[in-house]
């Protein structure tokens, strides 16, 4: 099977994420909100029941309308019977019969009173509405809410890409300098395996960060209705700080018109309706009804008879088997629900506003403190570089006067600073600027050459020297970390194979005898001072000499 280098594969991973990225549409959040409001299933739920609520009003409003009903209807009778004779006549006669006739009727009725149901139930269904009103409001917010942060998660996925790029383009050229510096001799070969595992690890996170914003993206293109990805569209505008709010007012505010209180109120508006409609069972009803019809038949020619009747009907339910008792028993418990979900909807939006204005603060609170703290350390290490070089007016000239100003000016400055440090040694700047705590290093080809002899690295562990069997003095990298409990160190040099065998099997029980003959028999073999040879395995076919004809 044929293999494929791992640096094809790893580029090839690179590289999917951006060209299926490169294809996907931008979308900025205003528009991913308005087009996931059109097409998730919460929203679009909340606006059927609106929808309901408002036609379950006007059926209410009908009642107090007439009923009318229109009907009209035609027939042929025919019975059959025995022949008789006339008496008047004395002929002969059929017994059977026949009769046509057709009739047509109009209808009315009206409650004229239901025992205050009626007010009841327009009440209900007013609350009802207002409730799926304010539901429509929360699903849209709370649909608003999830897009937004999905598009703020799909922008930060992106910028931390761009930020695993940097990381690899880093530790290629880090990489590029160890190679360089072990070719001219400067440098080890475990630094550039280390620049090695740090590029590979770079790779690893960038393909990880690459998954992030596919999967962030995806589930930006599911919100608004799209297939695929979206790409979040940035804007200045989010990197804006919010000014202080004024929480007193939006405390009253949200008190008063958050959706979810809202809602919780007018359900149980409709529960206090709900039993009033329940006690309506006590009262008599009352019912106005008309009636005209117009009927007619075969036997007079047809001639339309009209006929007409008026009813006014009292019912009234004066036993019913305590079924009214029951229903305003459940009405009633229904409705200390609905006002204790009230109540709590209330603490509820309290709470998470106090929550919610508590981390608006902490976030402001840290934006001010990093904003504070990099500009003064950046204005404090400019203040202090100008008094270290001996040009304290500079840290006053207005085209260096903030970090701004001086990356507008950066090659004034750069050529400024480069024709003041010609004046001196780069170990005389770096010892004057050291003392004055500003930030700087020198750029040495031949530092790692010397790494292993700084004292303040051998005072700190950081590099050790071990004498080894084979080479003699072998420097090594320490332990880069300190713990003042459990501090740790790097007892020894590298293992040679074989080296400790005779130890290992002495404390497995083996006799002195019995290692000298495992040694002779080449099971396995370490003679300091001879260097370290294979070893042949008595295991191992040996080849036949090569023969010359």
Not at 86 to 109: E, F, H, K, W, Y
Not at 496 to 522: F, K, M, P, T, W
Request: include cysteine.
């Amino acid at each position: 099977m044929r293999q494929v280098p791992l640096a094809v594969a790893v580029g090839t991973l690179l590289l999917a994420p951006g060209t299926a990225r490169a294809q996907a549409r931008s979308i900025t959040l205003a528009d991913a909100i308005r087009l996931s409001e059109r097409v998730q299933p919460g929203v679009v739920r909340a606006a059927g029941t609106v929808t309901t609520a408002a036609a379950q009003r006007r059926s209410v409003m009908g009642s107090y309308l007439p009923s009318v009903t229109a009907s009209s209807s035609a027939s042929d009778f025919y019975s059959e019977g025995p022949s008789r004779v006339d008496p008047v006549t004395g002929q002969v006669i059929s017994g059977s019969t026949t009769n046509r006739s057709v009739s047509t009727s109009l209808s009315a009725s009206m409650d004229l009173f239901t025992g205050f149901r009626r007010g009841a139930e327009s009440r209900a269904a007013k609350a009802g509405q207002t409730a799926a009103e304010a539901s429509l409001v929360d699903a849209r917010f709370q649909q608003a809410l999830a897009t937004t942060n999905q598009f703020f998660n799909a922008l930060a996925a992106a910028q931390l890409v761009k930020v695993r790029q940097a990381s690899v383009r880093r530790a290629e050229e880090q990489l590029k300098v160890s190679v360089n510096k072990l070719l001219a001799g400067s440098a080890t070969r475990s630094d550039t395996l280390r620049s090695r595992v740090t590029l590979g690890s770079a790779n690893l996170d960038l393909i990880q960060a690459g998954t992030a914003l596919a999967t962030a993206e995806a589930e930006l293109a599911r919100l608004v209705g799209e297939p695929g990805r979206l790409q979040a569209a940035d804007d200045s505008a989010f990197y804006q700080v919010v000014a202080p709010l004024d929480t007193v007012a939006i405390r009253t505010e949200a008190e008063a018109t958050s959706p979810l209180v809202r809602s919780t109120v007018a359900e149980a508006d409709a529960a206090r309706a709900g039993l009033s409609a329940a006690k309506s069972a006590y009262w008599p009803s009352l019912t106005l009804g008309g009636n005209t019809s117009w009927n007619a038949t075969g036997a007079n020619d047809y001639e339309l008879l009209n006929q007409r009747q008026l009813t006014l009907g009292l019912r009234w339910n004066l036993f019913d088997r305590f079924d009214r008792e029951l229903s305003i028993t459940q009405q009633s418990a229904d409705l200390d629900v609905a006002d204790a979900s009230a109540a709590d909807a209330r603490r509820e939006v309290a709470s998470q506003l106090t929550a919610a204005l508590a981390q608006l603060d902490a976030a402001r609170t840290q934006i001010d403190i990093t904003q504070t703290s990099v500009v003064a350390a950046t204005e404090e290490h400019w203040d202090r570089l100008c008094v270290a070089i001996g040009m304290p007016a500079l840290a006053a000239d207005a085209r260096f006067a903030s970090e701004a100003a001086r990356a507008a000016n950066d090659d004034a400055l750069s050529a400024l600073l480069a024709s003041k440090f010609r004046e001196a040694a780069a170990t005389d700047w770096f010892a004057r600027l050291d003392a004055a705590s500003v930030p700087c290093e020198i750029c040495d080809p031949g530092f790692a050459l010397g790494l292993h002899d700084d004292p303040e690295f051998r005072r700190r562990g950081w590099v050790v020297s071990h004498q080894h069997p084979f080479v003699g003095r072998l420097d090594q990298i320490g332990v880069a970390f300190d713990f003042s409990g459990t501090p740790a160190r790097v007892q020894a040099p590298p293992l040679i194979v074989g080296q400790h065998s005779r130890e290992l099997l002495a404390e497995l029980g083996y006799a002195n005898a019995e290692i000298d003959e495992l040694c002779a028999d080449c099971v396995l073999e370490w003679r300091p001072g001879e260097g370290h040879r294979r070893v042949r395995s008595p295991w191992e076919v040996a080849k036949p000499a090569a023969t010359t004809e």
